[in-house]
């Protein structure tokens, strides 16, 4: 296929695995309640085959796509442009090719911080806990602190890993960094960022400080499935509110529609509609 030739919207998702992913679900919505014409498929692709895969895109007409594991900093260098933010972060999630530039955009971190919002979750001035130091943590580290948070403490097993945060904490916002848990502390939002709680560990809790934890805390998990990890179940008898994956992982998508088909969309309406379209992960 030639740029010429192809006058489809062709967007999708990259990642490996990818089968299970409920990015052409939220896309397929969008465009419909808008009556855009677009496919939106699903690439797995390997990390051997990514640099291969985009040369190949490149040359076609397709115009965007969501980015997942494993190839979220690896893509970067795939692309003529990264906005600023995803480049701190270290991360992209999507994708959009405008007139054969193709530019980068992390839209989790907003997406996560977002999401919170719209549960009612204040942000600003609060006391936050993060529970892992991956690629996920380092974005919404990053927008918890442009968000206002008065202060952010991490603790998780690799200590390099939560350096490399605190310092982009630091260096791009006013809050307070802490590399490691106070457990006399009052945490207002603590936040598990690992995949424990999730196949195959979803016995797993990875908060091993539950006695922290009480009916003024919010917990959240970025995990969706399952809707309850063991974590926020355990958290729930403690009467903390508790917040799983999906409203991020809704409005990750509601932003990255956004990019790839330049329109500003009632955030909060579709934020509603997607969360009861995906009712089997909804809390
Ligand atoms: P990642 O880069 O691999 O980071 C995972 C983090 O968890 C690392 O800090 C890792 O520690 C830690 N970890 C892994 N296994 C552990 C264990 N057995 N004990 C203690 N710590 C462990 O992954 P990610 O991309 O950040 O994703 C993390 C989670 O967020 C996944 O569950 C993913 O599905 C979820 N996520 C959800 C959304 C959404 O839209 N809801 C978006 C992105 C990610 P080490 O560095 O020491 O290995």
């Known amino acids: 296929m030639t740029k010429t030739e192809n006058k489809s919207k062709l967007f999708g998702i990259i990642g490996t695995p990818v089968e299970h992913s409920l990015s052409p679900k939220m896309h397929a919505f969008m465009a419909k309640s808008l009556d855009i014409d677009m496919s939106y498929e699903l690439f797995d692709v390997k990390p051997e085959k990514l640099h291969t895969t985009m040369e190949n895109f490149k040359k076609t007409s397709a115009c965007g796509f969501n980015i997942t594991a494993p190839h979220k900093i690896e893509i970067i260098k795939e692309l003529d442009e990264v906005l600023d933010d995803a480049l701190c972060m270290n991360s992209v ?21 977002i999401s919170l919002l719209f549960e009612n ?126 409203g991020m992982l809704v409005m990750q998508g509601i932003l990255a529609f956004e990019k790839f088909h330049n329109v500003q969309l009632d955030r909060k309406k579709y934020y509603e509609e997607l969360n009861c379209l995906l009712a089997d992960y909804k809390i």
């Open 93 to 113: 999630n999507t994708i959009v090719n405008r007139n054969g530039k193709w530019t980068g955009y992390n839209t989790d971190g907003d997406g996560f911080c």
């Open 121 to 246: 979750c204040e942000i600003k001035d609060k006391n936050i806990l993060i529970i892992g130091a991956g690629g996920a943590a380092r974005g919404v580290c990053y927008k918890l602190a442009e968000y206002g948070a008065k202060s952010i403490s991490i603790t998780a097993r690799t200590k390099e890993k939560i350096h490399i945060i605190g310092e982009m904490v630091k260096k791009y916002s006013d809050a307070e960094f802490y590399p490691e848990i106070d457990k006399t502390k009052k945490y207002d939002i603590i936040i598990n960022t690992t995949p424990l709680g999730m196949h195959p560990n979803e016995d797993k809790n990875p908060c091993d400080f539950m006695d922290i934890i009480n009916e003024s805390t919010v917990c959240c998990d970025l995990i969706y499935n399952p809707c309850k990890t063991v974590f926020l179940k355990e958290s729930e008898k403690k009467n903390a509110k508790i917040i799983n994956g999906l």
